[in-house]
């Protein structure tokens, strides 16, 4: 049984609003005096493997869970200029929590008679999302109390339009620990 949490905060956030679509159309905005938009979200996966081949030199387990997706967004905004049925200043802000079903695989490839070994995992699953799927490989070296690992991952969340994501991609370097 393994649990994996990422934790995300982009609280306020400089940025601009060039143009604004409302019941009148599409209105350019002359002046942006103060926007701030923050992202907030939190993922959890929870899950079971179970070994299916182990060698002096390799594993390969299959596994199966769910991971949990909470997304936040805000905006506030102070523009300048006449808008028209547009408010001036105000905010916005909207959730979603998506709950999938996953299945994939996991393992370790020993380099040599060494303890370093190359990790890998690939799951994919749906439910509250179309399709989510999430790939991780990296470098790692076991110690006789856990592995400690660096790896590069892949998240990737789809749904469909009208939702708050839509399309959405975590990518980038991670420093992990196993016990």
Do not use: C
Not at 70 to 91: I, K, Y
């Amino acid at each position: 049984i393994f649990t994996d949490i990422i934790y995300l905060d982009f609280s306020n956030e400089s940025s601009a609003v060039n143009k604004v679509t409302g019941p009148g159309g599409v209105v350019e905005v002359p002046i942006n005096t103060n926007t701030q938009t923050s992202l907030k979200g939190l993922v959890w996966e929870l899950a079971a493997s179970y070994a299916v081949a182990r060698s002096d030199t390799a594993t390969l387990e299959v596994l199966g869970g769910f991971r949990y997706l909470n997304l936040e967004s805000t905006v506030d905004w102070q523009l300048a200029g006449p808008l028209g049925l547009f408010p001036q200043s105000g905010s916005s802000s909207r959730s979603e929590d998506l709950l999938d079903a996953i299945v994939g695989v996991r393992g370790k490839l020993k380099l040599g008679g060494s303890n370093w070994f190359v990790p890998y995992y690939l799951d994919a699953g749906a439910g509250s999302s179309q399709f989510t799927w999430q790939a991780e490989a990296g470098i790692g070296y076991a110690f006789k109390w856990g592995d400690v690992l660096l790896a590069y991952r892949h998240l990737s969340y789809e749904q469909e339009s009208g939702k708050l994501i839509q399309d959405m991609r975590f990518s980038g370097p991670g420093l992990g620990v196993a016990f």
